[in-house]
């Protein structure tokens, strides 16, 4: 495995190492061992969601506070363009965001740590997007910051298509909003 930085603290690429012949492919996804020797953070995952959507689908910035989720996520079938935003309150990367193409074709990971929120858009019909959670999905904690928060200022990549979001996600607020925030831990 491979672990590639990125310009928030904390939010890592994971390349996995392919053993691919002509029948296929092999890959470990998750190796705990491994996640402890790249110095990743030892949170146990609880909780694994698996969404389908066609091309267009936004979903997000989501995020939860109290009750923040580390997320290890990945594409199997298509492909997103992943996003995390910084929302910890200290944090030396807050209001930046980071944003990355996963598919199953690259077979790229992306970590990123409790307390960010994320979000992505499917760039083709019928991806099937995993994730594992560091803590369970907790309706009464959950929030969304709007997915084109001017302050932020994701750019998010043109698509033939118009944007698709659920109603939860059009109306989430601006990161001024919102009163209290994840905090930055070391």
């Not at 029948?23 to 110095?39: I, V």
């Not at 944090?91 to 980071?98: D, H, L, V």
């Not at 998010?156 to 919102?178: H, T």
Request: charge should be negative; aromatic fraction near 12%; glycine fraction near 8%.
């Amino acid at each position: 495995m491979n672990l590639v930085e990125t310009n928030l603290d904390g939010v890592f690429i994971l390349e996995p190492k392919i053993f691919g012949d002509e029948r296929g492919f092999f890959m470990e996804s998750y190796n705990q061992e491994t996640w402890h020797k790249l110095g990743l953070p030892n949170l146990p995952f609880v909780q694994d969601n698996h969404s389908k959507s066609s091309k267009g689908v936004l979903r997000g910035l989501h995020f939860q506070n109290p009750m923040s989720q580390g997320k290890l996520v990945r594409v199997t079938a298509g492909a997103v363009f992943d996003v995390a935003v910084d929302i910890r309150q200290g944090s030396p990367t807050f209001g930046k965001w980071f944003g990355t193409e996963i598919s199953a074709a690259n077979k790229k990971q992306l970590w990123i740590p409790p307390g960010l929120a994320h979000g992505f858009l499917t760039l083709e019909d019928n991806t099937e997007f995993l994730y594992k959670c560091t803590d369970y999905y907790a309706q009464q904690h959950d929030n969304t910051l709007m997915w084109n928060d001017p302050k932020i200022a994701v750019e998010w990549p043109k698509l033939n298509v118009e944007f698709q979001l659920s109603a939860k996600d059009l109306n989430g607020k601006k990161l001024d909003e919102f009163k209290e925030l994840p905090q930055f831990c070391e």
